[in-house]
């Protein structure tokens, strides 16, 4: 089990290295926690996401929780989501980031 500044790392090299090789979405596997109130790396991922450092590389993200609120908007940026909704709709443990 990464740590919360492990994951964070690799999601950063993977959200970028995703932008370079032209991917439109990234469905980050992240879980929920063993806690049963979300876990230290699931809420990471939100604010890591939030950061200037990503601002040039993501265009939007959504938690799998949100994903039915959202859906429309995020399978007009890409989609092949639309794939996915199974895995994604009312998942805690994903977030869907669609890269710019």
Do not use: F
């Amino acid at each position: 089990m990464p740590t919360v500044e492990q994951a964070m790392y690799k999601l950063k090299n993977a959200l970028s290295t995703s932008k370079r090789q032209g991917s439109k979405a990234v469905i980050v596997i992240h879980g929920y926690g063993s806690s049963g109130v979300g876990g230290g790396i699931k809420a990471a991922v939100g604010k890591q996401l939030r950061d200037r450092s990503l601002q040039g590389v993501v265009r939007a993200y959504v938690g799998g929780e949100q994903w039915p609120e959202r859906k429309r908007e995020l399978l007009g940026m890409c989609k092949a989501l639309e794939n996915h909704e199974r895995q994604v709709a009312e998942n805690s443990g994903v977030t869907v980031v669609i890269l710019r």
